[in-house]
């Protein structure tokens, strides 16, 4: 039985949103930067444990200061809120977007915290410490990823489909080694 999972990716402009998941569903990255004109709905097929999965990746436009989450993304199974590690206003975001999501009720379904463009490290900002610091203080779980590097980035939805199971209260597939991915 495929089991269909949605997840939103959420953020400042310009931490890599759209790279993470472009870099997961075709395994592409482009340098150039191209805003996100609207919410994206990318598909994949994948075996974590051993499970079929049907993942809706929705990639959104990036939010400012004063975030706003459309209601419709109320209904993901997951987040994940990312921040590029060489940008302070994408990290000082991320409270925001959590309290957002917080207020709407949304307090069940795993939240990830992403620290993206780690291949950029002369210029990093944000320190692991820091991130696993915010992350731990919210209760969520933190990961740093490289889109360009496609340095975990495939590790970022294995690890948030295995959280939304363990909320789902389904029984679990048996643990397997490794992920196949199917395009």
């Known amino acids: 039985m495929v089991r269909v999972r949605k997840i939103a990716l959420l953020g400042f402009p310009a931490v890599g949103k759209s790279s993470l998941a472009s870099r997961f ?7 150039d930067y191209c805003t ?8 994949k097929l994948t075996l974590p444990n051993g499970q079929e999965f049907l993942v ?17 993304y109320m209904l993901m199974d997951a987040w ?3 921040f ?9 975001v991320v409270m925001d977007l959590y309290q957002k999501l917080r207020d709407s009720g949304a307090q069940r379904n795993p939240i990830m915290l992403v620290g993206n463009k780690t291949d950029l490290a002369t210029e990093r900002i944000i320190t692991a410490a820091e991130a696993q610091r ?17 340095s975990h980035v495939s590790d970022i939805f294995r690890n948030v489909i295995i959280e939304i199971e363990r909320n789902s209260g389904e029984p679990q597939p048996q643990e397997k080694q490794g992920v196949c991915i199917l395009l």
Not at 36 to 43: D, F, Q
Not at 84 to 92: L, P, Q, W
Not at 134 to 150: F, H, P
């Open 56 to 72: 809706h990746l929705y990639d959104t436009m990036g939010v400012t200061e004063q975030p706003t989450v459309p209601d419709d």
């Open 25 to 31: 569903v075709s395994k592409t990255f482009s340098e």
């Open 36 to 43: 996100t004109i609207e919410s994206l709905t990318i598909t």
């Open 84 to 92: 590029d590690v060489t940008n302070r206003r994408s990290f000082n």
């Open 80 to 82: 994940v809120i990312v």
């Open 134 to 150: 915010s992350a731990t203080e919210l209760g969520v779980s933190y990961m740093e990823a490289s889109a360009k590097d496609n």
